[in-house]
Structures are given as structure tokens and as C-alpha cells.
């Protein structure tokens, strides 16, 4: 049995054998500078969601609104980090002979209502799809467009939020809580995405594409459209 699953796990194409793979010294440096500045947005937004959601149960409704905007603006350039990581790797892939193998999104690691049904609309189009390619840039549009609509729908509920709305009142906090983790999903796919991505990576590509990997994003992000996730 032991053997067995191990012949699954590392089998070719293995998403898993992607991930605990190693990656060549340059490779490795862009994969670390990249994810850390993904990790540094998302950490410092969460602190700042933190901060905004203990002031709401201390009852500075006021300084949590004005705290839960800064965490807003600091998840949504995590959204446009990703969002635009995202492109480099489709745009890229497509020059590829092979490209590596993924797994859809699992909608029970999502809280979203408006998030799971397009997600597990993905899972089922995304399993029945046919050809590693078709796999490969369906999910990749799939992680994209679930960010753009988790930052619209996180920018939405922090226009809900009222510095005169009393504390007890838990929509639209539960909602901003509820984004926060499900943009964090998104992160860590987009972790293991990118790794299998510059597993695949040719030699003759290498400077140019991780050039292009490290460049900040574009904060000129297009408009989010609502449920995107199955737009792709």
C-alpha cells in the first residue's frame, strides 16, 4: 500500500512532486522574492483586519471602519500581485511543449457564498476538460478572475461599513473576515501554481520570464467582474 501511493504521489507530472521539488539556485531566488512580497501584503492586510475587528468588539466603531480601509488597501495590492502573476504565467505557458500539471480549486476551502458556486462550477469544467493545457490556463484564469472578484467583493462590503453602525452589528464585518481567508486559498494555490510553473521553465526562457515575474504589478488592474471564476 505504502509503495503504491508513493508511485501516485511522485508519478509525472505530480502536482505534489512539483511542490516538494527543488528548483535551480536561480529559479529558487525568484520563486522566494516573489512569494515573499505576496506574504508581506497579505500579512501586513491581516494585521490591519486584525486591528479594525478588536476595535469594532471594543466598540471604536470609527477606528475600526478607518483601520479596516488600510487592511482593504493592503489585501487589494495583494490582489493585484497575484492578479498580475497570473498573467506573466499564462502569457509565458503558452510557449511551453509541457505544460505542469494542477489540480482545481476546492470550493470547501472557500467561505464566500458568491465564491463557491463559480468555484466548484471551475471544479467540474476543469475536471472533465480535456489535455493538460486545457487544465493548466483554465486554472490559472480560475485563480485569477476568484481574486478580482474577492476584491471587489471586499472593496463593497468596506463601503457597507459605517463609522456610526453599532458594534453589534456583525454584516458587513463577517463578510470582510470571510474574504480575508478565501484570498488567502488563492495565495497559497498561487504558491504551488508558480513552483510548478518554474519547474517547467526552459532554460533558453529562464532570464526573461523571471525578469518578468519579479517586476511589481501593474496597479492599473482592470475593473473586477462580479463571479468571474467562471469567465475564462
Not at 45 to 67: D, M, Y
Not at 184 to 206: D, G, I, P
Amino acid at each position: 500500500m505504502l509503495s503504491r501511493l508513493r508511485s501516485y504521489l511522485f508519478s509525472r507530472g505530480s502536482v505534489i512532486q512539483d511542490w516538494i521539488g527543488a528548483l535551480p539556485p536561480r529559479h529558487m531566488i525568484t520563486f522566494t522574492n516573489v512569494t515573499r512580497r505576496w506574504n508581506c501584503a497579505y500579512v501586513i492586510g491581516s494585521v490591519a483586519l486584525e486591528s479594525a475587528l478588536e476595535l469594532r468588539k471594543g466598540g471604536n466603531v470609527r477606528g475600526a471602519t478607518q483601520q479596516a480601509r488600510v487592511s482593504g488597501e493592503l489585501l487589494n495590492r495583494l490582489a493585484d500581485e497575484l492578479v498580475s502573476g497570473c498573467h506573466v504565467i499564462e502569457d509565458e505557458a503558452h510557449h511551453f511543449a509541457d505544460v505542469p500539471a494542477v489540480e482545481p480549486l476546492d470550493p470547501a476551502h472557500f467561505r464566500s457564498a458568491s465564491i463557491i458556486w463559480p468555484v466548484t462550477f471551475s471544479r467540474i469544467v476543469q475536471q472533465v476538460a480535456f489535455g493538460a493545457r486545457t487544465r493548466f490556463f483554465y486554472k490559472v484564469r480560475t485563480v485569477e478572475r476568484t481574486v478580482e472578484a474577492l476584491a471587489a467583493d471586499f472593496s463593497e462590503s468596506l463601503g457597507d461599513l459605517r463609522e456610526t453602525t453599532p458594534a453589534s452589528a456583525f454584516e458587513p464585518w463577517d463578510s470582510l473576515e470571510r474574504i480575508h481567508n478565501d484570498l488567502n486559498v488563492c495565495l497559497r494555490e498561487s504558491e504551488v501554481t508558480l513552483k510548478s510553473f518554474l519547474r517547467a521553465l526552459t532554460a533558453t526562457a529562464t532570464e526573461h520570464v523571471l525578469v518578468r515575474l519579479e517586476a511589481p504589478a501593474d496597479r492599473r488592474r482592470r475593473p473586477a467582474r462580479r463571479h468571474a471564476a467562471v469567465s475564462v
